[in-house]
């Protein structure tokens, strides 16, 4: 296990790498450059200002030289400064990640309990009409564009009930309690999405469960049927759930921008979207790869917790 | 989802790979003759499938079906309510909602099936190439996998969306940067799944027995080992159809969708949110238009999948 | 300098110190009675206190005033500085950080006397050495932005008199440099700070700048040694704090509002104006902000078919003008808020210019022939638009289908600003919906954008007439406000008959409160450098 462990995570070393090479290509290919973005709507910068600032940006050099200078900076974990705002990149990727990651993680932990016990339940009855309104709950929930659920979700708890501010970032840190009411409607909104999937994860799975040998011995051995669900299949059937919630979390923390930008959420994802519309390379460039490290470690954690959780899979 | 589920399923190798060839192609050809009969075993799939059947019909018909001309302003008519002459009314610049949903559903799928169809024609040639030769080629092509599939969530795709924005953007070449943007940003997964399956795949005796007749590696690779990793990629696909309409919609709201006035569902949606609470008539054809597809995709997936892979079949 | 010239002027600044108090009293109460619906009465002083919480669209881009451009009336740090003179609310440029100023014969030199009580939030005072320190930084190619550089271009040097004098020499004879050192462009931060403006920085606005967390809020205290007081003698500004969120969806931002999330939100959505004034005037009140940007459709006209210098460029760039349906995009863009412009200027602005000639009138008929005559129907022409502006957008979108109309083979595109401004560079593009803001002074406009040597008309439009330059030139050196607006009015006819830049309309802003609000008028310049006015002004009615 170990040395699997260590081999896995030498593997990752290459993918890192391959990661920074990427992203870096991406964003200096990107069309026009932060000289461009921040003259904004009106006034032109003359050549020898744009030189200037391409020198003091270090854009004037070739591109290996520059990924050169960039990586190994890296490596001595100086990001550089945003080009716009001129602070440290990791200062900023400081404030914006653990938000995106509170807002995934209770998203994720919100869809957990309405999940499993539906998908349990759809499993157990299925094709009863408990099991039809749990698919297609789940299926209206994976369905709907993000957007017009959450700006839904706005009219209707914010604007009309009046329960839950509509929208803002207070941090836990500073005062729990208003950082949660904050919270609540756009992690229902990520919630309802994963709540979606995980029900018809644990719904499949518990199904896969239920149909395997040992259920049918311990059924022959007379074990009850509630004993047989929930202290066997249930278990063995939330291995996958919580793997794949893991996956989700590390999707998620690029996968919030729209949700981020409709709630006025201060995350990450955001930011990068921002920085590309800008063309802050070091800003695209340190989150991109920060949150590319955190997503293959995440799979590889997931991977190790399957592996220990359900250790028929072999070590190859 | 679809790519966590297989990356969870990519080392269960044990789970994966054990059905014997022969009985995966039995089951791949069954689809293929008896595909009907097998499919309307599944309800989902039956379901999904004519809800699939209903939407292609109609983008085909879109041009009889529809009443006006899709991008023809009229502000004298702006924000009609549902009428005889517009079913669905009109929209904010007085252009008539039933027939830029009905344009815009033709766009949505064609640029959806083609950016799936993109993405499977790079993804799975890659994919089997590298499983098949293995070693160096595999791990340099797998690393480069690894790292596109570590960009989290929409990331990647609005940096491409961004990236080729550069090119000449005219009529038919706009979707096509759309496409290929959108099918790259899928190629990863497919990758991944067809390596999968061509690395069990390229130790079979099969595929020992065709080198032996000295058959082309190329070939061999293609030919013998592409139908046997089909129906996860058939399954991984259908969804993906639907996910890509979700995904052309967020990147509307992001701004980096279809230029108007070109029909198109996500943009449609996205314009309406400022009309929502006086005139929701606006969002809500083009939004039932999404999910309605969406589920339809989804659906018949859902159904492939019980057919074709045992190990999630509903049974 | 003569005697009476300096004089007049002295006078003119005393003139308006004088009637700057007045009026604040005035608008105050005109202010109470309008959104009370009451007649005019006494009014209780204002109380300190209160925190402003304001959602807006925008985040400020970073924090250093003279690097940064802070295009939107709404950007939070506008309220943490400000220029040496400011605007009232009619737009006239009025004493502020500067209480006189003199402008010699030649209109090369402008003296300024600086008032000697004005501070920066750290206690410095604001003397003649750090406006000529500001004023350099922001000459200053590596520390500044384009867009200020721009308004500081005609300066030759700067000096300083005595520690409340500073003198500035132009290159050219100037009327209009008064108009160049008002709040936006010009931004005085304490020089001794200048380490932290990227960080923390120190400005001398009416308040001083907390913390910054970028997407999600802003926070300014009151600077408690502001210049300016009420007519009772109390110091502004009254509240005591402002937040600011920055709040993208227009849905949201009034949605906070309505639920009480904040007290005041702006950039309404034109689509919400209309409905939301009707049903919510008992809860809310609403101010519409006049003449903040203004609409234009530019034509590439630096090469291809329409360039100023193609045999039948300025007939196709007419058809181009007659196929536009300025009624539509007014209706249908902006939902019939807008004041549809013959000129930059709209009937709200105190430039505006009545007798402004050859608008083309609206006549798709007359484009097609223009276009058969010349056998070049189905002329390709590329509609381009930026994409942080839907209404910018919105207005190509009309534009296209209106030259479609009208025989042109137009297509539309979106472009995020890098690229839309490599487009400029390549003349990769054919008509683009774009606007302008915050001329203040007019010449800002004529000079630094229909000017044939004006940086924007060169990267950008490329129009070229000589007569026009010379009246702008002329305008640029005449001191006399009508005989200014004469020659802009010849102007805008000369631009409205080339049609290389078509005028549509004025950008209309709404920005909606609660209605224990009060002291509130956004004008010209949005909530901040309004002399006795804006946020400087805003206060809380007290609970009863």
Not at chain 3, 467 to 477: H, N
């Amino acid at each position: 296990m170990l040395v699997y462990v260590l081999n896995r995570i030498l593997q990752l070393i290459p993918v890192v790498f391959v990661l920074s090479v990427l992203v870096f290509g991406f964003v200096h290919a990107l069309p026009g450059d932060v000289i461009d973005s921040l003259a904004g709507d009106e006034a032109a910068e003359d050549p020898e200002v744009r030189a200037a600032l391409e020198k003091e940006f270090g854009l004037d050099q070739p591109i290996y030289v520059q990924y050169a200078v960039w990586a190994g900076k890296v490596l001595q974990g100086d990001f550089g400064k945003s080009l716009v705002t001129r602070r440290p990149v990791s200062v900023e990727l400081l404030e914006r990640i653990p938000a995106t990651v509170y807002l995934a993680v209770v998203g994720i932990g919100l869809s957990m309990p309405i999940a499993v016990p539906l998908g349990t339940i759809a499993a157990i009855r299925r094709n009863t009409p408990t099991d039809y309104a749990a698919q297609i709950s789940s299926l209206i929930g994976i369905s709907i564009p993000e957007f017009w659920f959450a700006i839904l979700c706005i009219m209707l708890f914010s604007l009309h009930l009046g329960w839950l501010p509509s929208s803002g970032y207070v941090s836990p840190l500073d005062d729990l309690g208003l950082s949660l009411t904050y919270l609540v409607l756009p992690a229902l909104a990520i919630g309802f999405r994963q709540a979606a999937y995980t029900t018809r994860l644990t719904r499949s799975s518990m199904l896969d469960e239920v149909h395997k040998e040992y259920v049918d011995t311990a059924r022959s051995l007379g074990l009850p049927e509630r004993k047989i669900i929930y202290k066997y299949t249930l278990r063995n059937a939330l291995i996958p759930t919580v793997t794949i919630s893991g996956l989700q979390l590390a999707n998620l923390l690029g996968g919030t921008v729209v949700l981020e930008s409709i709630f006025s959420w201060p995350g990450i994802g955001l930011t990068i979207y921002q920085a590309i519309q800008l063309r802050d390379f070091p800003v695209i460039q340190a989150g991109v790869l920060v949150l590319g490290v955190m997503v293959v470690t995440i799979n590889l954690l997931v991977d190790i917790l399957y592996r220990f959780l359900n250790p028929r899979v072999g070590l190859s | 989802m679809e790519r966590q589920l297989r990356s969870v399923r990519r080392h269960d190798t044990a789970a994966a790979d054990v059905t014997p060839w022969k009985i995966r192609m039995r089951r791949v050809s069954a689809v293929s003759r008896e595909g009907l009969e097998e499919l309307s075993k599944s309800r989902t799939a039956t379901l999904g499938g004519i809800m699939i059947v209903f939407l292609f019909v109609v983008a085909l018909l879109t041009p009889v079906l529809a009443t006006h001309d899709p991008i023809k302003p009229d502000y004298r008519d702006r924000l009609a309510p549902i009428s005889s002459e517009h079913y669905f009314g009109t929209d904010k610049f007085g252009r008539d909602i039933y027939s830029r949903v009905l344009y815009g559903g033709q766009r949505t799928i064609a640029i959806s099936v083609a950016a799936v169809a993109f993405g499977l024609a790079i993804g799975i040639p890659f994919g089997i190439l590298s499983g098949y030769f293995g070693g160096r080629v595999d791990a340099v092509g797998m690393r480069f996998v690894d790292g596109l599939l570590a960009f989290p969530g929409l990331l990647l795709y609005l940096l491409i969306v961004t990236l080729s924005r550069e090119w000449k953007l005219e009529g038919f070449w706009n979707d096509a940067i759309l496409v290929f943007a959108l099918g790259f940003a899928f190629m990863p997964e497919v990758a991944r799944l067809a390596r999968g399956a061509a690395l069990v795949e390229a130790r079979k005796e099969y595929v020992e027995a065709s080198h032996v007749i000295g058959e082309h590696r190329f070939s061999v690779a293609m030919r013998q080992i592409l139908p046997n990793c089909v129906s996860p990629l058939i399954v991984n696909a259908t969804v993906r159809l639907g996910y890509m309409i979700l995904i052309i919609a967020a990147l509307s709201f992001l701004g980096l969708g279809t230029p108007p006035p070109t029909p198109d569902w996500g943009a449609d949606l996205n314009v309406a949110r400022d009309h929502m609470e006086q005139h929701p008539m606006i969002a809500i054809f083009p939004g039932l238009a999404i999910c309605f597809s969406v589920l339809a995709f989804n659906l018949f997936g859902d159904g492939l999948r019980d057919i074709l892979d045992p190990r999630t079949a509903e049974r | 300098m003569s005697e009476e010239q300096k004089g007049s002027d002295a006078g003119r600044a005393s003139l308006f110190s004088q009637s700057r108090r007045e009026f604040l009293g005035t608008m105050a109460v005109a202010g109470g009675a309008a959104t009370f619906g009451l007649p005019r009465m006494s009014r209780a002083q204002p109380k300190h206190g209160g925190t402003l919480r304001f959602a807006t669209r925008v985040d400020g881009a970073g924090l250093d005033p003279h690097r940064n451009i802070v295009y939107y009336v709404s950007n939070p740090m506008a309220a943490t500085t400000q220029g040496l003179l400011d605007i009232d609310q009619k737009m006239e440029i009025v004493p502020g950080v500067a209480e006189e100023w003199d402008i010699s014969d030649d209109l090369k030199t402008y003296t300024f006397r600086l008032r000697k009580d004005v501070e920066f939030h750290n206690g410095r005072t604001v003397d003649a050495e750090a406006v000529k320190w500001n004023l350099e930084r922001m000459m200053d190619p590596a520390t500044s932005h384009a867009f200020t550089r721009a308004s500081l271009e005609d300066v030759e040097s700067i000096e300083v008199d005595d520690k409340y004098t500073v003198r500035v020499r132009l290159l050219q004879p100037s009327a209009v440099f008064l108009g160049n050192v008002i709040y936006y462009p010009v931004n005085l931060i304490a020089p001794d700070s200048v380490d932290q403006a990227d960080t923390h920085p120190i400005g001398c606005g009416p308040f001083k700048f907390v913390s910054w967390k970028k997407y999600a809020k802003t926070e300014l205290v009151r600077f408690e040694n502001y210049f300016e007081s009420d007519e009772f003698g109390n110091r502004l500004p009254y509240l005591d704090a402002i937040e600011f969120f920055p709040k993208r969806e227009d849905q949201v931002r009034l949605t906070a509002l309505r639920t009480g999330e904040v007290d005041l939100i702006e950039n309404m959505a034109f689509s919400d104006v209309t409905n939301f004034k009707q049903s919510y005037a008992s809860e809310f009140q609403t101010w519409d902000v006049p003449q903040v940007g203004s609409g234009h459709l530019n034509i590439n006209v630096k090469s291809g078919p329409f360039a100023m210098d193609a045999p039948d460029g300025k007939l196709l760039r007419q058809a181009v003008a007659h196929a536009i349906d300025k009624e539509a995009i007014h209706q249908a863009v902006f939902e019939g808020l807008a004041y549809t412009l013959k000129g930059y200027y709209s009937e709200a602005s105190p430039w505006h210019m009545p007798g402004i000639r050859n608008e083309k009138e609206y006549d798709p008929e007359k484009s097609r022939s223009i276009l058969r005559k010349l056998n070049m129907e189905n002329l390709p022409i590329a509609v381009v638009s930026r994409q942080a502006f839907e209404y910018m957008q919105n207005t190509a979108e009309l534009v296209h289908s209106m030259l479609l109309d009208a025989g042109f083979k137009a297509t539309n595109e979106v472009f995020d600003n890098p690229v839309l401004r490599q487009k400029y560079a390549n003349n990769d593009w054919g008509i683009d919906s774009t606007a302008t803001s915050y001329r203040f002074e007019p010449d800002g406009w004529y000079s630094r954008w229909i000017l044939s040597t004006a940086a924007e008309n060169e990267l950008r439009v490329g129009y070229k007439n000589e007569q026009v330059d010379k009246l702008i030139i002329e305008a640029r050196g005449t001191r006399d406000r009508n005989k200014r607006l004469e020659l802009y009015t010849e102007v805008e006819s000369l631009v409205n008959d080339d049609a290389a830049l078509i005028y549509t309309h004025a950008v209309p802003l709404t920005s909606a409160g609660t209605r224990r609000l009060k002291g509130y008028q956004p004008a010209f310049a949005g909530p901040y450098s309004i002399a006795g006015g804006g946020i400087r002004t805003a206060h809380f009615e007290e609970s009863a």
